[in-house]
Nanobody
Framework: QLVESGGGLVQPGGSLRLSCATS????????IAWFRQAPGKEREGISC????????WYADSVKGRFTISTDNGKDTVYLQMNNLKPEDSAVYYC????????????????WGQGTQVTVSS
């Protein structure tokens, strides 16, 4: 199971930290990705982290602003989002697949329910 939290309304330039609490599988044998979907747009892979091999990946649209991390003790994956822009507004989802990262949504077999992020003044 995956449960996202941490979304909300923030002004442009602000920050949010999303959390993805995981259960029912081994985090160290998983790739956990963050996707987002804005109204009328396709679901976009924006970041991913895996342990074996140790990998982090970011879409160009968020590189340098977002940071993905894992707390294995809490079985939680975080997405720190800084310098948020209005175009970052979307529903954010975390997803799980075995072992390796990919930005391709259909490759992920377990999804959370999503959390809304709105960037607006």
């Amino acid at each position: 199971q995956l449960v996202e939290s941490g979304g909300g309304l923030v002004q442009p330039g602000g920050s949010l930290r999303l959390s993805c609490a995981t259960s029912g599988f081994t985090l160290t044998s998983s790739a956990i990705a963050w996707f987002r979907q804005a109204p009328g747009k396709e679901r976009e892979g924006i970041s991913c982290i895996s342990s074996r091999p140790s990998t982090t990946w970011y879409a160009d649209s968020v590189k340098g602003r977002f940071t993905i991390s894992t707390d294995n003790g809490k079985d939680t994956v975080y997405l720190q989002m800084n310098n948020l822009k209005p175009e970052d507004s979307a529903v954010y989802y975390c997803a799980r697949r075995p072992w390796t990262c990919t930005p391709v949504a259909p490759a992920y077999t377990l999804w959370g329910q999503g959390t809304q992020v709105t960037v607006s003044s």
